[in-house]
T-cell receptor
Framework: KAGVTQTPRYLIKTRGQQVTLSCSPI?????VSWYQQTPGQGLQFLFE???????NKGNFPGRFSGRQFSNSRSEMNVSTLELGDSALYLC??????????????????FGQGTRLTVV | KNEVEQSPQNLTAQEGEFITINCSYS?????LHWLQQHPGGGIVSLFM???GKKKHGRLIATINIQEKHSSLHITASHPRDSAVYIC?????????????FGEGTQLTVNP
């Protein structure tokens, strides 16, 4: 079974540009979460999608957005890039059922990440 | 104060040593996760715990729900164990299923 696939692996963008990152979850997984990792702030939650709906959102500005498609693949978009957006962006997929117990006890599988550098 | 605290932040050991990394959390959770991150970025899930103890090879993870504390042990450490180990919790009262992370422990095992 293929793991979580993130593309691209590396990206260099200029301030003010926008960027779209892609995450393909493990086959059968319906939940995709996005995280930002920086040396100063560590790993921080961006948002979570489940069955094409945003279920949870972290404390990031509106420049950060995402979506999920019917095949569970997810994209995140950052507009008007700033130098501080340089980070490793990780996505994680989970196999979840519909009950609360299943949602709260599900294991996350991470992709290799996309390293974004804003210059 | 962070919801998830790890110690130590940095750990250097000699090959063969027994290693312990600690994690404390301050909120109610449904599960605690131990993750491993190698240089290059990818994160691997080592354990997910709701109670008790789990073992996989040379790795052992324990959790004490009453004390809100978990430990990750590595027996007979090896240089290939060098990585960042991250504790994360899910199912807090405010966060649902998303993960909240500790700051990580950088482990270096010297030959």
């Amino acid at each position: 079974k293929a793991g979580v696939t993130q593309t691209p692996r590396y990206l260099i963008k200029t301030r003010g540009q926008q960027v779209t990152l892609s995450c393909s979850p493990i086959s059968g997984h319906r939940s995709v979460s996005w995280y930002q990792q920086t040396p100063g702030q560590g790993l921080q939650f961006l948002f979570e999608y489940f069955s094409e709906t945003q279920r949870n959102k972290g404390n990031f500005p509106g420049r950060f957005s995402g979506r999920q498609f019917s095949n569970s693949r997810s994209e995140m978009n950052v507009s008007t890039l700033e130098l501080g957006d340089s980070a490793l962006y990780l996505c994680a997929s989970s196999l979840e059922g519909s009950s609360r117990v299943q949602v709260l006890n599900t294991e996350a599988f991470f992709g290799q990440g996309t390293r974004l550098t804003v210059v | 104060k962070n919801e998830v605290e790890q110690s130590p932040q940095n750990l250097t050991a000699q090959e063969g040593e027994f290693i312990t990394i600690n994690c404390s959390y301050s909120v109610g959770i449904s599960a605690l996760h131990w993750l491993q991150q190698h240089p290059g970025g990818g994160i691997v899930s080592l354990f997910m715990l709701s109670s008790g103890k789990k073992k996989h090879g040379r790795l052992i993870a324990t959790i004490n729900i009453q004390e809100k504390h978990s430990s990750l042990h590595i027996t007979a450490s090896h240089p290939r164990d060098s990585a960042v180990y991250i504790c994360a919790v899910s199912g807090t009262e405010t966060s649902g299923s998303r993960l909240t992370f500790g700051e990580g422990t950088q482990l270096t095992v010297n030959p």
